[in-house]
């Protein structure tokens, strides 16, 4: 009897040639049904789970364990008063919220979530559409649903929208770069931005181990891409009350939230099809044929997506609001040059590898060291001598800084007061039958 073990996995593209029209138009449904059940799990799971990290039970009213408390939500904004602003531009403060959406859905077109199987008869992948640019499909997908946020912070006419949308440009097309060019690695490494035949290519390792530092790089990036804490910026309670949502309500408001639960999905599921081998299944079980191909593709695709979705709560749960000059700083100053060194490296040694023949894994290593050097270079170079820190009591103390009164620092003395030097008022008692 042969092991199992000893089976070579197969690592192959989509194949669509028996695709039909109604096979993608079951497809197309399937996604959007997929979705919304992933985002009612996703709110039970991140309510339950932010409970338990935080020492609270979490929603426990709504159904056994709160699971129906996701449905209730949903009902009380189908059900809720829609209010409509008074200064707003209709035709964009209704169809902000739609773009959004329609973003958010349509990126799930590109990613395969199986192999080919048997449905009704056809040959088929677990994939509604794939082609030879996929990977910019996504990148152009999302940066359209910024528009859905835009316009919806513009069009209401109000302060705190129109900052929570401003804010929101910025962060997305400032961390978009940083996530483009992390993504632009695994482009060279596969030879290919077709997801599926980049799924095909992470046969003997996943990319999220030979690219370490791009794999960082999008996890961070993403977060950020998302509105998550720490970088939920756009939506800050505390100054914007909720950024570009603020003057929305009823299924409008629902619409974003919506959204903004599915783009969470759709980086976990862009992070599982570019780093972490797709719907494969995990070494050394990809060597078993009956678990690594068919239905069980699916089941490996939603376990890997579902890790990077506890991530991304679990990050909510621990870790604070940045401000958004640290923010920006941290993705232009840090990201986008590591991410920009990176690709340099993995350029560079691909090309070496055109004239001299190398493994995968020597491949790797050999990237992860010259980026070492690179690193190492700029941090010696930039390496001056820095100035040093004037002492408390060498500076002269105004009272304020950089606008703000603050309390004078050791060494520094105090402002003396304008009221310094002035007689006191000395209180006289009235004469009788006079007004003084």
Not at 389 to 410: H, N, Q, R, S, V
């Amino acid at each position: 009897m042969k092991l199992l073990l000893s089976a070579v996995p197969d690592y192959t593209a989509a194949d669509f040639s028996q695709e039909t029209w109604w096979l993608t138009l079951i497809k197309a449904v399937f996604i959007i049904v997929y979705l919304i059940l992933n985002v009612l799990l996703a709110l039970w799971v991140e309510r339950r789970g932010l409970g338990r990290m935080q020492t609270r039970p979490g929603p426990n009213v709504a159904g056994p364990l709160g699971l129906l408390q996701a449905i209730a939500d949903a009902g009380k904004l189908l059900f809720k008063e829609d209010m409509w602003t008074r200064g707003a531009d209709k035709f964009l403060y209704f169809i902000a919220p739609a773009i959004a959406a329609f973003s958010a859905f349509s990126v799930f077109a590109v990613i395969p979530m199986g192999p080919n199987v048997n449905l009704f008869g056809h040959s088929s992948p677990l994939q509604l559409a794939d082609m030879p640019v996929a990977t910019l499909y996504i990148l152009a997908i999302t940066s359209l649903g910024l528009y859905g946020v835009v316009l919806g912070g513009w069009s209401t006419r109000s302060t705190l929208p129109l900052y929570g949308a401003v804010r929101s440009s910025a962060q997305v097309i400032s961390y978009e770069l940083a996530m483009g060019m992390a993504l632009v690695s695994v482009f060279l490494m596969s030879g290919t931005m077709s997801t599926s035949q980049i799924v095909a290519s992470q046969g003997q390792v996943w990319w999220a181990f030979a690219l370490i530092p791009a794999f960082v790089v999008y996890c961070i990036s993403a977060t950020g891409e998302v509105n998550r804490l720490p970088f939920d910026l756009p939506e800050a309670e505390g100054e914007l009350v909720a950024g570009h949502m603020t003057e929305y309500s009823s299924m409008k408001f629902g619409w974003y939230y919506l959204s903004e639960y599915v783009n969470m999905l759709n980086v976990s599921a862009v992070a599982t099809t570019m780093f972490f081998g797709g719907w494969h299944a995990p070494w050394p079980l990809s060597h078993v044929p009956v678990i690594n191909d068919g239905w069980f593709g699916m089941l490996w695709f939603f376990l890997k997506m579902w890790f990077f979705m506890f991530l991304l709560i679990w990050t909510r749960a621990t870790l604070l609001r940045f401000r958004y000059d640290q923010f920006m700083s941290f993705g232009w100053k840090w990201l986008m040059p590591i991410a920009l060194v990176w690709l340099v490296a993995v350029a560079v040694v691909r090309g070496i590898t055109e004239w001299v023949e190398v493994s995968l894994p020597v491949l790797g290593v050999s990237i992860v060291i010259l980026f070492a050097i690179i690193m190492l270079i700029m941090w010696v170079t930039d390496k001056g001598e820095p100035e040093p820190a004037p002492k408390p009591a060498d500076m002269e103390y105004t009272g304020f800084a950089d606008g703000f009164p603050i309390p004078p620092l050791p060494g520094q003395s105090p402002v003396e007061s304008p009221r310094a030097g002035r007689a006191p008022v000395v209180a006289t008692a009235s004469k009788e039958d006079t007004d003084e």
